[in-house]
């Protein structure tokens, strides 16, 4: 079956370290996020890509960045410069265009200890 | 911009009395509306989708939407709430950005049930 596999569902991280959240779909589609998501926040966009090799920042992109070097794979690093990086992170895929929804991966969630 | 605004953050029923979440919109343009529903710890699932067709949109688990343009509203509504519809509901518009589209999201409603 096609999906979103997000890896690993929990993290955690010491304060002063990067780390790396994997998303990688097998929809064929050109089109991949990433949101944050706090309690009574929604979910806020950090980064997002149309095609491989190209990726724009959200609303919420600093102290993270990404790499899209193939099409079924967006991963999002967070680095030691992201100021609250504890959160639940969802990644997210869909065909181009703004009438398509998107298809969501279950999520990791990230401790900072 | 396009934005989103859901006007209440917890709605609670009684299982089999009517479901209303509501949610009013901000769009430059026509725009492209989303309900999604989160249980807990889990991914986004989308319930249904209104891309200017009819304005009565049907989703899954018999919900369903009206898109009202002269009130820029687009409430999710269910004739009789049932137990497993207990989740965090959120309503979402199609925002057209430098490069490509983006889901803009509201800060969703969290619907109890009870029996």
């Known amino acids: 079956d096609g999906g979103i596999t997000q890896s690993p569902k929990y993290l955690f991280r010491k304060e002063g370290q990067n780390v790396t959240l994997s998303c990688e779909q097998n929809l064929n589609h050109d089109a991949m996020y990433w949101y944050r998501q706090d309690p009574g926040q929604g979910l806020r966009l950090i980064y997002y890509?149309?095609?491989?090799?190209?990726?724009q920042k959200g609303d919420i992109a600093e102290g993270y960045s990404v790499s899209r070097e193939k099409k079924e794979s967006f991963p999002l690093t967070v680095t030691s410069a992201q100021k609250n990086p504890t959160a639940f992170y969802l990644c997210a895929s869909s065909m181009t265009g703004r009438n398509y929804g998107y298809t969501f991966g279950s999520g990791t969630r990230l401790t900072v200890v | 911009a396009q934005s989103v605004t859901q006007l209440d953050s917890h709605v609670s029923v009684s299982e089999g009395t009517p479901v209303l979440l509501r949610c009013n919109y901000s769009s430059s343009y026509s725009p492209s509306l989303f309900w999604y529903v989160q249980h807990p710890n889990k991914g986004l699932q989308l319930l249904l989708k209104y891309t200017s067709a009819a304005t009565l949109v049907k989703g899954i688990n018999g919900f369903e939407a009206e898109f009202k343009k002269s009130e820029t509203s687009f409430h999710l509504t269910k004739p009789s709430a049932h137990m497993s519809d207990a989740a965090e509901y959120f309503c979402?518009?199609?925002?057209?950005?430098?490069?490509?589209?983006?889901?803009?999201f509201g800060k969703g409603t969290t619907l109890s049930v009870s029996s």
């Open positions: 979402v518009v199609s925002e057209l950005r430098q490069a490509g589209t983006a889901l803009i």
């Open positions: 890509s149309q095609i491989v090799n190209d990726f």
